[in-house]
């Protein structure tokens, strides 16, 4: 049974009562005009009584209507203590995952040049090794073939780093926030 329930009910049983004592004392209120002092002094005393009563009803339920104001606001206060804590963990939290996520791609392309420059150079020497005795015949036909050799390998390099580079940004975009 809820708290509001059950203050309805009390509500509802204290004034069943009232009106039973309202009904009672004008019935003795008609008698009182028949009847002696010693009756008079009980009505007064069931007036008493019935004023006493109510007057602790009203300080029930005053008191009941502070304590519930005062949960409620405890609960409030719980709760905004609660989603600020977990936004805040969540904000920091967010802040480490971007800052790995940047750290890691940052080290995959420094990792990933230097393997294409030595890859680069290894190629070319290469190309030395293999062109020296022909070189002496004819010069410019290997010059060509070196240049464009070289100009495919700096392509391909190129392609992959950028190709990476797009796919690192297309997941940044793609993480919430």
């Known amino acids: 049974m809820s708290v509001d329930s059950q203050m309805k009910e009390v509500v509802q049983e204290t004034r069943e009562w009232v009106e039973d004592q309202i009904t009672q004392l004008s019935e003795q209120v008609k008698l009182l005009q028949k009847r002696s002092r010693k009756q008079v ?52 939290r967010g802040g480490k995952v971007s800052q790995n996520v940047l750290d890691f791609g940052g080290k995959t392309t420094q990792d990933l040049a230097e393997r294409s420059g030595g890859f680069t150079q290894e190629l070319a020497k290469r190309g030395q090794r293999l062109l020296e005795p022909v070189r002496k015949r ?39 926030r």
């Open 138 to 176: 004819d010069r410019t036909f290997w010059s060509m073939v070196g240049f464009g050799v070289g100009l495919l390998a700096a392509g391909t390099i190129t392609y992959q780093l950028v190709r990476r580079r797009i796919a690192q940004q297309v997941t940044e975009q793609e993480e919430p």
């Open 41 to 92: 002094r009980q009505l007064q005393k069931q007036s008493r009584k019935l004023r006493k009563s109510l007057r602790r009803e009203a300080r029930k339920r005053r008191m009941y209507w502070t304590t519930f104001r005062v949960l409620l606001l405890n609960s409030r206060k719980y709760l905004q203590n609660r989603g600020e804590n977990l936004r805040g963990g969540l904000v920091e």
